[in-house]
């Protein structure tokens, strides 16, 4: 199994949540984060001078999927989350040891 | 006339409960919109009071209640309120000054709802003070100064030609001219905070007493009346609105206090003329009217960002012309369509017309003049951090 956590624009969750619904991916977590990625986030330019707006928010996304559905749920993220513009964000993959349902007790591994 | 001082201790009142409607109004737009952009929101109501404020004693009281010109303007024998003391009636002139700056106040409060998320802060404050001054003041001449519209006989109690006409299709007009907002109909652009916007709304509501039963200019019948229907055709509205919205979807909490923004706003001009079965009509009318609206805009694909046409455009058109339809001679001295008076309908149409075409027409040329000048929106960096952070440097959320 593998954790796909995705950080993305905040406006295009609903997007990214059909794409992988889609794929049929539907369990996730969704938390508001903020960040900011290698361009330390947006520059304005404010009488003559730059301000650096570097922490902006985000969301987080994290799917559990098995191992041979990563791609698949990788590129229902990106279909989703794409605009083409700097600030797009990042797909990161962790490995998850085992997975336990609280209810049950059931531990998949 | 002697002044009263029963009058006076209304007026005062009143016109501090319309000042609170003004950052109210800023508050029902602000939860509209995305957290980013609240703080930009609420500032810009509050600019709105303060800008009118300086705005009115130095120019807009005499062009507004002036000597009139032709009909159309006062003149400036009025200018920094020079001469202006005594009576007016049976209160003090100055009196009347104040609480007529809280309606010019809110009146740009309502029309910052169009350029919502966009708006570059300088050009606002610029803007503002040119359509406060273009817009606003002529047609208020016209209706309540002494102008044309008087002479013609229209009936606007409180402001419903005046403020919500003026202040709806003005902003539809800035909406066409400042363009949709970055990710219109792509992003999703849920108000971020619905209790908010209903604070907003109880400071409204409440403000609107002031507004309409003050708009008697006196502590009486007439003022008693006014604040009856007032609280009748909001909640006539809000529950239309609600039972509206009901049918399609889910009632929302949104779409109730936006019934009852409709309600009240088409209640404004008749609020003197009409009793309180007919404000159920008039109000409850205003919300279906207003909904179908909305859903019109939407179809139509304007981002007239919060909705100030649908609400206060045609909720205003609506109210105007049920002025002329249900006004009874019993209530305020005038009588409409139903008591077979057909002039005084036709009155309130030609001023609603007249209202539309000047209100629209000159706000199109005044925002691409500005827009030309100095760019009337934020750069698209700007608009997607957000305009709290991009003109204001603040965060609304830490």
């Known amino acids: ?17 059909d794409s992988l619904e889609d794929a049929g991916f539907v369990a996730l977590t969704v938390t508001e984060v903020k960040g900011r ?71 998949i591994q | 006339m002697w002044m009263d001082s029963g009058d006076t201790a209304w007026l005062l009142v009143s016109t501090a409960m319309v000042m609170l409607m003004v950052p109210g109004v800023g ?16 500032s810009l109501s509050f600019i709105a009071l303060a800008a009118v404020s300086v705005q009115w004693v130095l120019l807009g009281y005499t062009l ?71 817009v606003y003041d002529p047609l208020a001449h016209w209706v309540w ?21 003026s202040s709806g299709f003005s902003a539809l007009a800035l909406a066409f001219v400042i363009g949709r907002r970055l990710g219109y109909e792509e992003h999703s652009m849920t108000p971020h905070s619905i209790p908010m916007t209903m604070l907003g709304t109880a400071l409204l509501w409440f403000g609107w007493f002031g507004f309409n039963a003050g708009s008697a ?83 139509r694909r304007w981002d007239e960002s919060l909705d100030a046409w649908a609400v206060h455009g045609i909720g205003g058109l609506w109210g105007a012309l049920a002025t002329g339809i249900f006004a009874m001679e019993s209530v305020g001295g005038y009588s409409g369509l139903l008591y077979g008076n057909v002039e005084q309908f036709a009155a309130q149409v030609v001023a609603s017309l007249a209202a539309i075409a000047y209100a629209f027409g000159v706000t199109l040329v005044l925002a691409k003049a500005v827009d030309a000048v100095m760019g009337l929106r934020v750069t698209e960096e700007e608009e997607y951090v957000g305009l709290d952070v991009s003109q204001h440097g603040e965060r609304a959320y830490a």
């Open chain 1, 1 to 17: 199994m593998k954790m796909v956590v995705a950080i993305i624009r905040p406006e295009r969750v609903e997007q990214v949540m």
């Open chain 1, 37 to 107: 990625g290698e361009q330390k986030g947006i520059q304005l330019q404010f009488r003559g001078r730059t301000v650096e707006v570097d922490m902006l928010e985000k969301v987080k996304l994290e799917v559990v999927v098995e191992d041979e559905e990563v791609q698949r749920a990788v590129d229902a993220i990106i279909a989703g989350a794409r605009t083409g513009k700097i600030g797009d964000g990042r797909v990161f993959i962790l490995p998850v040891e085992k997975s336990v349902r609280i209810r049950t007790g059931e531990v």
């Open chain 2, 27 to 42: 508050l029902f737009y602000a939860g509209m919109v995305r957290r980013k952009n609240a703080v930009s929101m609420l």
């Open chain 2, 64 to 134: 507004s209640f002036g000597n009139d010109v032709a009909g159309f303007i006062g003149d400036l024998s009025a200018a920094g309120l020079r001469g202006v003391s005594g009576d007016a009636g049976s209160i003090p002139s100055l009196l009347f000054v104040a609480f007529q700056l809280t309606f010019a106040a809110v009146t740009l409060a309502i029309l910052s709802s169009g350029v919502a998320e966009r708006i570059k802060l300088s050009s606002f404050m610029v803007f503002g003070v040119l359509w406060t001054t273009l």
């Open chain 2, 145 to 165: 100064g002494g102008g044309w519209l008087a002479e013609l006989g229209a009936l606007d109690f409180a402001g419903g030609t005046v403020v919500h006409i």
């Open chain 2, 217 to 299: 200019l006196s502590a009486g019948e007439s003022a008693a009346n006014a604040l009856l229907v007032t609280n009748t055709a909001a909640a006539a509205g809000a529950i239309a609105w609600l039972v509206a919205s009901w049918l399609h979807d889910k009632p929302s909490g949104l779409g109730m206090v936006s019934g009852a923004i409709a309600g009240l706003v088409a209640i404004t001009p008749a609020a003197g003329y009409v009793d309180s079965l007919s404000a159920i009509a008039i109000g409850a009318a205003a919300g279906v009217l207003c909904y179908g609206a909305m859903l019109f805009r939407v179809s």
